[in-house]
C-alpha cells in the first residue's frame, strides 16, 4: 500500500518560513512528477509547484521567489520551502506523486494535507 506522509506544517509569523516534507512508502517502484497544492477555506484547491523525476520546476507565478521545491529521489520526498510567508498564503496543503507500482501502474496519490497558518 503507498502513502504520503507531510509533516512541517503549522503557525507562523507573517515574514517567516516553513518547510513542508512529504515522504512515500509502500511498494513504490517509480515515482514521476511530485508536487504541491494548496486549499485555502472557501477557495478550490491550486496549483503551488510541481517537480518531475528530472528536476524541472513549474510553480505559480504568484509564488515564484517565495516558494521553492525540491526532491529526494532516493527518499521518495519532495520538500517544499516557504519564505516570506504572507498571512494569504494560510492554507492546508496536499502533497500529491504520480507513482507507479506493479497493480497500479502510474497513478495518482495524495498526502492528508498539512495545515500552514500565517498570523500577521
Known amino acids: 500500500q503507498v502513502q504520503l506522509v507531510e509533516s512541517g506544517g503549522g503557525l507562523v509569523q507573517a515574514g517567516g518560513s516553513l518547510r513542508l516534507s512529504c515522504a512515500g512508502s509502500?511498494?513504490?517502484?517509480?515515482?514521476?512528477?511530485m508536487g504541491w497544492y494548496r486549499q485555502a477555506p472557501g477557495k478550490q484547491r491550486e496549483l503551488v509547484a510541481t517537480i518531475s523525476s528530472g528536476g524541472r520546476t513549474n510553480a505559480a507565478d504568484s509564488l515564484k521567489g517565495r516558494f521553492t521545491i525540491s526532491r529526494d529521489n532516493a527518499k521518495n520526498t519532495v520538500y517544499l520551502q516557504m519564505s516570506t510567508l504572507k498571512p494569504e498564503d494560510t492554507a492546508v496543503y496536499y502533497c500529491?506523486?504520480?507513482?507507479?507500482?506493479?497493480?497500479?501502474?502510474?497513478?495518482?496519490?495524495w498526502g492528508q494535507g498539512t495545515q500552514v497558518t500565517v498570523s500577521s
Open positions: 509502500g511498494s513504490i517502484f517509480r515515482i514521476s512528477t
Open positions: 500529491y506523486a504520480d507513482i507507479w507500482t506493479p497493480q497500479t501502474q502510474y497513478q495518482d496519490y
